[in-house]
């Protein structure tokens, strides 16, 4: 099989939208509505403005004809269609996505394969001009979640509904190809899957071959592979399936023209009987033994048996068809998001270089996703970006769109982050120690990182290392010129000025204190990384507002400081703007940490848990902003090329009394009520007009608690020394 474009040439990138709109019970979940997507046709100009000109694209069935299958509505799929063909982007229209159908049908039904048939015809017949489709996304994936594990409709644990609901999606494959080459003879079938492969210890290697088997029947149906001699045809017909279904996919009419490889940091397992080393969620077994299942890359196991490029190869030496990447996505951290992508990338155009037909890597979830790290099962509201970040109005262009677009119009992308590889390639890793020596790593250009010594800056040394981002920590600001004109190769990449934040800490117990030279410290900052060319993060307080002008204020409110450190605060951000063309600068709620002793918070929590009650609490309605979650969100701005002001706070607002009474109540303290001055209550609580990049405040509370819990005291006072 002959590439399309020469092997030197870089694959092609696509797009996509998570698009998937599972049943859960009664209910229905749909991501495009979740990611606001339903609501805004400008999503396909932007994704057109990224280089992107073939797009994986749904007209789903359910959306199509929720209610009665000879009630259809295309409005909505008018307009947009309509919209890719005036941008020239070719659609790979997909037909389910992760569904089992509108409400009158589902995966186990004798008349899905049809009934997805005839909703195929249709759309042949009203779009003649689309000419690939999915007509089934990774039928057995979708097989295993509803029919093995239960996690969606219809909600069944048995190997029989598994295979039923394998086999219906297949012939549904099949049949709507069938429809839809009625109108359109040169359609093709672009299949795609999850690909991974399963690992284990010598015991479990019988379990391990069995996944492995699985893992190639839908691809192996559609193929016409499931013959009298294929490994699983008398198990499918022991358990149900229809001799006749089997010789209809045994004629291989469903043979996919282009194979697409989904393929996931999870997508690889391993199984250990040695069930102590894992955390327990991941113990199980299978009747016989008692084990765990892990992911692949957090266990002792040669690179090269592990990745993109592994299952790619495996693909094209089974089928010998034609491969894309069809989603590439990784919900993590931005720089490790940006490793994932060069990861695929790279591996996609080495098989290439090697004669292996990857036609394109596709980057999913462009608008990000909701809820995928419980497979849509709980309703958290957990978002994971993209290319684009939908908390912002309009969806704000992320450095992976930026990677995106030049892949797409470069085909290749740097940033000083990939000069380290991603969590998965890097040590520290495993469930256990790995016996294996390390690569040696070189360190990459390094992030400065302003500061003194303390509980603030260490937790910003701390979520960088997590991160695998190099740094420099500078302690005193005169020392920042030296950090910025470093040895040839170690020229930084930014710099993060830290040294207000153990400021911040202490702002809401002595908003008078005089800081006369913090301004002046932070021009300074702001000059000498002008005069390098560096983007910088800084961090100001909410107190730059004095909370007399009524609700929560956003970035474009005007600032009305409150006492000398707002008013410092304030000088501060004017100052930086002057001196640097575009810094970010970060507004925070009353920071807070589990390892320091500075902040209200923390000096509350530590009197209730000596049993000393404050009589009085500062009047007010506040932001918070935990430091875990603050550092994580100014990170991904900065990453992002980001600047001008942000405001970043964990989403919601509190008065110092209810935060008292909480964490009272967490533990267990209900003996004495507290007390705060209400008279003249203001509100220097934030809110913002360029989105909600931090989680809730609930969410923060609670994890501020039980992280301080696990903090020795004696850790908290050398922290605040």
């Not at 964990?650 to 935060?659: C, K, P, V, Y």
Request: contains cysteine; neutral net charge.
């Amino acid at each position: 099989m002959a590439l399309s474009h020469p092997a030197h040439a870089p694959p092609e990138l696509w797009g996509g939208f998570e698009c998937s709109t599972v049943r859960l019970g009664a209910r229905f979940r749909d991501q495009f509505v979740e990611t606001g997507h339903a609501d805004r046709i400008a999503d396909l100009d932007a994704a057109a403005a990224l280089g992107i000109r073939t797009l994986r694209y749904p007209v789903l069935w359910e959306t199509v004809s929720p209610l009665r299958s000879d009630t259809c509505d295309w409005t909505w799929a008018d307009a947009r269609l309509s919209r890719m063909q005036e941008l020239g982007i070719r659609p790979i229209v997909g037909l389910v996505h992760h569904g089992s159908g509108p409400s009158y049908t589902s995966l186990l039904d004798a008349g899905f394969a049809e009934g997805l048939a005839v909703h195929a015809g249709r759309v042949a017949a009203r779009y003649p001009w689309v000419t690939d489709y999915t007509p089934v996304n990774e039928p057995l994936t979708t097989a295993r979640f509803s029919g093995l594990y239960g996690h969606w409709y219809p909600h069944r644990t048995a190997q029989a509904d598994f295979l039923r609901a394998l086999v219906n999606q297949c012939k549904a494959v099949l049949l709507c190809m069938r429809a839809v080459r009625r109108v359109t003879p040169q359609a093709r079938l672009i299949q795609t899957e999850d690909i991974g492969k399963t690992f284990s210890v010598a015991k479990l290697a019988y379990q391990a071959d069995h996944e492995n088997e699985r893992r190639w029947l839908s691809l192996d149906l559609l193929d016409g592979r499931v013959g009298p001699t294929h490994p699983w045809h008398a198990r499918l017909l022991g358990l149900g399936i229809a001799r006749s279904d089997l010789d209809l996919l045994a004629e291989g009419e469903g043979a996919p023209d282009l194979i697409g490889v989904n393929h996931y940091l999870t997508s690889e397992r391993y199984l250990d009987t040695d069930v102590q080393a894992y955390p327990s969620s991941l113990r199980g077994g299978n009747g016989h033994y008692r084990y765990a299942d892990a992911e692949a890359v957090r266990v002792d196991l040669p690179a090269q048996k592990t990745g993109p490029e592994a299952r790619l190869a495996e693909v094209w030496h089974r089928y010998h068809r034609p491969l894309a990447v069809t989603e590439a996505h990784h919900g993590c951290t931005r720089d490790e998001q940006l490793r994932w992508l060069h990861e695929v990338w790279e591996a996609a155009c080495n098989l290439r270089r090697a004669g292996c037909p990857v036609e394109a890597v596709t980057v999913w979830a462009l608008l990000g996703a909701v809820d995928w790290n419980s497979l849509l099962v709980n309703r958290h509201g957990f978002y994971e970006p993209g290319a684009f970040d939908t908390r912002s109005r309009p969806p704000r262009l992320t450095a992976l769109g930026r990677a995106a677009r030049s892949l797409a119009m470069e085909g290749r992308f740097e940033h000083p982050v990939l000069q380290r590889p991603g969590w998965w390639r890097r040590t520290g890793r495993h469930y256990r120690p790995s016996l294996r020596p390390g690569a040696p790593q070189e360190k990459g250009q390094p992030l400065v990182v302003l500061g003194p010594k303390g509980a603030f800056s260490n937790e910003v040394l701390r979520i960088c290392a997590c991160r695998g981002l190099d740094t420099l920590h500078v302690g005193a600001v005169k020392d920042i010129g030296d950090a910025l004109a470093p040895p040839a190769g170690r020229r930084p990449w930014a710099v993060v000025d830290a040294s207000t934040l153990e400021l911040s800490a202490i702002a809401a117990r002595y908003p008078g204190a005089t800081l006369w030279a913090a301004p002046y410290t932070a021009k300074a900052v702001a000059a000498a990384c002008a005069a390098a060319d560096l983007p910088l993060l800084s961090f100001t307080s909410n107190l730059v507002f004095d909370g007399s002008t009524g609700p929560a204020h956003a970035e474009d409110a005007p600032s009305v400081p409150s006492g000398h450190f707002g008013v410092s605060q304030a000088q501060a951000e004017g100052l930086v703007a002057q001196v640097h063309r575009a810094p970010l600068q970060v507004r925070t709620g009353c920071v807070m940490a589990a390892g320091e002793a500075l902040s209200l918070p923390s000096t509350l929590h530590a009197a209730l848990a000596a049993r000393e009650f404050p009589p009085i609490l500062p009047p007010g309605i506040t932001s918070l902003s935990y430091v875990p979650d603050l550092i994580h969100a100014a990170l991904d701005l900065l990453i992002d090329g980001e600047s001008g002001i942000w405001h970043l706070a964990n989403q919601g607002e509190i008065n110092w009394t209810d935060l008292a009474e909480r964490m009272a109540g967490s533990m267990g303290i209900t003996s004495r009520p507290l007390t705060w001055s209400g008279e003249g209550a203001s509100n220097t609580a934030l809110t913002s007009i360029r989105g909600f990049m931090m989680p809730s405040l609930d969410s923060a509370i609670e994890r501020f608690l039980r992280d301080r819990s696990t903090v020795p005291d004696e850790g908290r006072r050398q922290a605040a020394e």
